[in-house]
């Protein structure tokens, strides 16, 4: 391992050495978006603690936000490439490059992005898991290594971001998140994980949101002064990855912070049905970006970004059949049986940002324009009881 790690750090430290780029693309409701995942709770649980009843009251709980399955790294990918392609464990997986994700989305108008998670080694390091001085992993690619299992980054799976020099160098430390905050470039689209004590994930509920509590209070003041944040428009959001029971639909809290929620809205509550996917059509809608042509581009926007930007949200014409418990096939389900090759997206979708599927993945799947595709414009949701359906892409 300690090859591999050097050579990482090798490669993260070329290429991590870009000067950070500091220009600043307006949204239409919020110019920064950084969302922070704890891990396994129910909603039900969350709200009844009092470190996040603290937070609440400065933002806007989301009281209708559905994990997409179990267990957690399916949520990751989904959360950034708009599905989990049937992911139905933590094991390593590599996503071939062949699927895009957010990050190519962002990069069609020089949205900068990051994902910071705690204690990861150094830019861009991508074996699965770190050591501490004590001899315990904290930082996790995803799980596998020790029989448990807390996914932990969003993106490193995905080999149009892994094998790319650029986009490594946004994977970083929560050290230079403090770094970057201090200099007043912390990027415009930002993932962010907590070690495996502070997500809750080898620790309790209450520890995770003390954590959470101390370390969003400071972020949340609107002081141009002090916090580099308050300069630019920023939503902030805390969410889960999956519930902590396997026996209901998945129903997780989510909240938001910052100073790019309306003072009006400050502890309220949004009853809007949102998943993972909705973070991907929100930052869509508020930068009028194009879409994936996967389960992105049917996905609710929150809803005081769609109140600004004039996009209708609506519950799935399926709801009552709502479980997202159980992975669908997929090409990266473990079971021969339900395996599937990567779908084609559906090149004929329009976003929550008004716009088309992204032009390179036109440019990738057009030989697959005329085959089936399990993505539509109807917002329903899939899961391994209610499977996804194949339709011609319209
Ligand atoms: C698939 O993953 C699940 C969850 O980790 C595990 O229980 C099951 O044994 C795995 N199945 C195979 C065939 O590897
Ligand atoms: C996408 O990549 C996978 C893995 O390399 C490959 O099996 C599949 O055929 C590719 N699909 C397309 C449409 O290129
Ligand atoms: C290692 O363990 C000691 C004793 O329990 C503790 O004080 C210290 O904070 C631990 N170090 C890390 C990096 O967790
Ligand atoms: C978390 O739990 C796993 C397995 O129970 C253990 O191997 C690992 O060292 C723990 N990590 C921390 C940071 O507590
Ligand atoms: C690597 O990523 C950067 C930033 O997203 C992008 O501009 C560049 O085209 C990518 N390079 C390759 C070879 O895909």
Redesign the pocket.
């Known amino acids: 391992m300690s090859n591999n790690f050097l050579r990482l750090l090798l490669v993260g430290f070329l290429v991590g050495l870009a000067p950070a780029n500091s220009a600043i693309f307006p949204g239409r409701v919020f110019d920064r978006f950084i969302s922070i995942w704890l891990e396994n709770q129910d909603f039900a649980q969350v709200i009844k603690d009092p470190d996040f009843a603290i937070l609440k009251r400065y933002g806007i709980l989301q009281t209708r936000y559905y994990a997409n399955t179990h267990?957690s790294q399916p949520n990751y990918l989904a959360s950034v490439a708009g599905d989990h392609f049937g992911l139905?464990?933590?094991?390593s997986v590599r996503v071939p490059d062949n699927v895009s994700t957010i990050v190519d989305v962002l990069e069609t108008r020089g949205i900068s992005w990051a994902g910071y998670y705690e204690h990861m080694p150094g830019p861009g390091y991508l074996a699965d898991f770190s050591l501490d001085a004590n001899g315990t992993w904290d930082y996790v690619k995803k799980h596998n290594q020790r029989g448990e299992s807390p996914a932990t980054s969003h993106f490193a799976s995905f080999d149009s971001i892994n094998k790319n020099g650029t986009c490594l160098a946004q994977l970083r430390s929560f050290e230079a998140f403090k770094r970057d905050l201090a200099a007043g470039t912390v990027p415009q689209y930002v993932m962010m994980s907590p070690d495996m004590r502070n997500d809750g994930h080898n620790t309790t509920l209450e520890y995770a949101t003390k954590w959470a509590r101390e370390f969003l209070l400071p972020l949340l003041k609107d002081d141009k002064d002090k916090n580099s944040l308050g300069k630019e428009r920023t939503v902030i959001q805390l969410t889960y990855d999956e519930a902590d029971s396997y026996d209901q639909p998945n129903r997780i809290a989510s909240l938001l912070l910052g100073t790019g929620v309306p003072k009006s809205l400050e502890g309220t509550e949004d009853a809007t049905f949102y998943t993972h996917y909705s973070v991907l059509a929100t930052a869509q809608s508020n930068w009028d970006l194009p879409n994936l042509g996967r389960y992105d581009a049917a996905a609710n926007v929150f809803q005081f970004v769609a109140d600004a930007t004039g996009h209708a949200n609506r519950d799935p014409a399926n709801l009552a059949a709502l479980d997202n418990s159980l992975s669908y096939a997929g090409f990266l389900h473990?079971?021969t049986a339900n395996q599937l090759p990567v779908p084609p997206p559906n090149l004929k979708l329009v976003g929550a940002g008004g716009q088309g599927v992204l032009p390179m993945v036109q440019s990738i799947w057009k030989e697959l324009a005329g085959e089936k595709s399990p993505y539509d414009s109807s917002g329903n949701v899939y899961d391994g009881k209610t499977v996804p359906v194949y339709r011609p892409q319209e």
């Open positions: 267990p139905n464990h933590d094991e473990n079971e």
